[in-house]
Protein backbone atom coordinates (compact mmCIF):
# COMPACT_ATOMS: atom_id res chain seq x y z
CA UNK A 1 0.00 0.00 0.00
CA UNK A 2 1.40 3.18 -1.02
CA UNK A 3 1.12 6.59 0.89
CA UNK A 4 2.35 8.73 -1.78
CA UNK A 5 0.10 11.87 -2.22
CA UNK A 6 0.84 12.24 -5.51
CA UNK A 7 -1.69 11.32 -8.11
CA UNK A 8 -1.11 8.22 -10.38
CA UNK A 9 -0.32 8.07 -13.99
CA UNK A 10 -3.58 6.47 -14.27
CA UNK A 11 -5.42 9.29 -12.19
CA UNK A 12 -3.21 12.28 -14.54
CA UNK A 13 -4.18 10.43 -17.24
CA UNK A 14 -7.69 10.33 -16.64
CA UNK A 15 -7.72 14.01 -15.41
CA UNK A 16 -5.81 15.03 -18.82
CA UNK A 17 -8.81 13.06 -20.97
CA UNK A 18 -11.75 14.76 -18.72
CA UNK A 19 -10.04 18.37 -19.06
CA UNK A 20 -9.87 17.98 -22.94
CA UNK A 21 -12.99 15.91 -23.16
CA UNK A 22 -14.56 19.15 -21.74
CA UNK A 23 -13.08 21.57 -23.51
CA UNK A 24 -13.75 19.34 -26.82
CA UNK A 25 -17.00 19.52 -25.43
CA UNK A 26 -16.87 23.53 -25.30
CA UNK A 27 -15.69 23.79 -28.36
CA UNK A 28 -18.00 21.88 -29.89
CA UNK A 29 -20.87 24.39 -28.20
CA UNK A 30 -19.01 27.84 -29.46
CA UNK A 31 -18.69 26.39 -33.35
CA UNK A 32 -22.50 25.26 -33.19
CA UNK A 33 -23.06 29.24 -32.51
CA UNK A 34 -20.69 30.80 -34.96
CA UNK A 35 -21.00 28.48 -37.22
CA UNK A 36 -24.69 27.90 -37.38
CA UNK A 37 -26.41 29.39 -41.05
CA UNK A 38 -28.22 32.40 -39.48
CA UNK A 39 -24.78 33.46 -37.69
CA UNK A 40 -22.87 33.56 -39.97
CA UNK A 41 -25.16 35.81 -42.03
CA UNK A 42 -25.48 37.82 -39.11
CA UNK A 43 -21.95 38.37 -38.57
CA UNK A 44 -21.49 38.95 -42.46
CA UNK A 45 -24.02 41.58 -42.47
CA UNK A 46 -22.58 43.13 -39.22
CA UNK A 47 -19.20 43.34 -40.48
CA UNK A 48 -20.19 45.76 -42.70
CA UNK A 49 -21.44 48.35 -40.61
CA UNK A 50 -23.54 47.94 -37.25
CA UNK A 51 -27.59 47.58 -38.04
CA UNK A 52 -30.79 48.18 -36.77
CA UNK A 53 -33.02 45.42 -36.77
CA UNK A 54 -34.79 45.97 -39.37
CA UNK A 55 -32.09 46.60 -41.71
CA UNK A 56 -30.69 43.13 -40.86
CA UNK A 57 -33.87 41.58 -41.73
CA UNK A 58 -34.00 43.00 -45.01
CA UNK A 59 -30.10 41.82 -45.39
CA UNK A 60 -30.66 38.66 -44.23
CA UNK A 61 -32.94 36.56 -47.43
CA UNK A 62 -34.98 33.80 -45.62
CA UNK A 63 -34.71 35.09 -41.50
CA UNK A 64 -37.59 35.12 -39.76
CA UNK A 65 -38.26 38.06 -36.90
CA UNK A 66 -37.94 34.96 -34.44
CA UNK A 67 -34.61 33.59 -35.50
CA UNK A 68 -33.27 36.61 -35.78
CA UNK A 69 -33.47 37.83 -32.63
CA UNK A 70 -32.45 34.35 -30.93
CA UNK A 71 -29.70 34.64 -33.37
CA UNK A 72 -29.00 38.17 -31.84
CA UNK A 73 -29.52 37.18 -28.18
CA UNK A 74 -27.30 34.03 -28.46
CA UNK A 75 -24.13 36.37 -30.52
CA UNK A 76 -24.76 38.73 -27.94
CA UNK A 77 -24.62 36.62 -24.77
CA UNK A 78 -22.05 35.07 -26.30
CA UNK A 79 -20.00 38.76 -26.31
CA UNK A 80 -19.48 38.95 -30.38
CA UNK A 81 -22.87 41.66 -30.75
CA UNK A 82 -23.32 44.56 -29.33
CA UNK A 83 -26.84 45.82 -28.35
CA UNK A 84 -27.24 49.29 -28.16
CA UNK A 85 -30.57 50.48 -27.38
CA UNK A 86 -31.16 54.62 -28.05
CA UNK A 87 -33.40 55.80 -25.49
CA UNK A 88 -36.20 57.47 -28.22
CA UNK A 89 -39.58 57.49 -29.13
CA UNK A 90 -39.81 55.43 -30.84
CA UNK A 91 -37.32 53.17 -29.49
CA UNK A 92 -34.20 52.51 -31.20
CA UNK A 93 -32.01 49.52 -31.27
CA UNK A 94 -28.86 49.41 -33.10
CA UNK A 95 -26.46 45.94 -33.39
CA UNK A 96 -23.11 46.03 -33.89
CA UNK A 97 -19.85 43.33 -33.46
CA UNK A 98 -17.78 43.58 -30.97
CA UNK A 99 -13.84 43.47 -31.06
CA UNK A 100 -14.55 39.89 -29.79
CA UNK A 101 -16.95 39.81 -32.91
CA UNK A 102 -14.48 41.53 -35.72
CA UNK A 103 -12.23 38.49 -35.10
CA UNK A 104 -14.85 36.18 -37.04
CA UNK A 105 -14.80 38.14 -40.04
CA UNK A 106 -11.54 36.85 -41.68
CA UNK A 107 -13.15 33.43 -41.07
CA UNK A 108 -16.99 33.86 -42.02
CA UNK A 109 -15.88 35.76 -45.26
CA UNK A 110 -12.99 32.71 -46.03
CA UNK A 111 -15.83 30.13 -45.03
CA UNK A 112 -18.31 32.21 -47.34
CA UNK A 113 -16.15 32.49 -50.48
CA UNK A 114 -15.02 28.94 -50.19
CA UNK A 115 -19.02 28.01 -50.31
CA UNK A 116 -19.03 30.38 -53.02
CA UNK A 117 -16.39 29.18 -55.21
CA UNK A 118 -17.47 25.15 -54.49
CA UNK A 119 -20.66 25.41 -55.18
CA UNK A 120 -20.89 24.26 -58.25
CA UNK A 121 -18.43 21.03 -57.56
CA UNK A 122 -20.77 20.22 -54.57
CA UNK A 123 -23.51 20.73 -57.00
CA UNK A 124 -22.15 18.03 -59.36
CA UNK A 125 -20.68 15.99 -56.63
CA UNK A 126 -24.94 15.80 -54.55
CA UNK A 127 -26.04 15.06 -58.62
CA UNK A 128 -23.40 12.15 -59.13
CA UNK A 129 -23.96 10.61 -55.66
CA UNK A 130 -28.29 10.78 -55.88
CA UNK A 131 -28.33 8.93 -59.51
CA UNK A 132 -26.54 6.36 -57.79
Known amino acids: MTTDTHPSIGDRAHE ?3 ARDD ?3 RVREILD ?3 DKWSL ?3 AELGKEGRRFTELKRAVPGI ?3 MLTATLRGLERDGLVLRTVHPVVPPRVDYALTSL ?3 LLTTVWALMDWALEHIDDIDRARNEY ?3
Do not use: E
Open 16 to 18: LIA
Open 23 to 25: ATC
Open 33 to 35: RVG
Open 41 to 43: AVV
Open 64 to 66: SQR
Open 101 to 103: GRT
Open 130 to 132: DAR
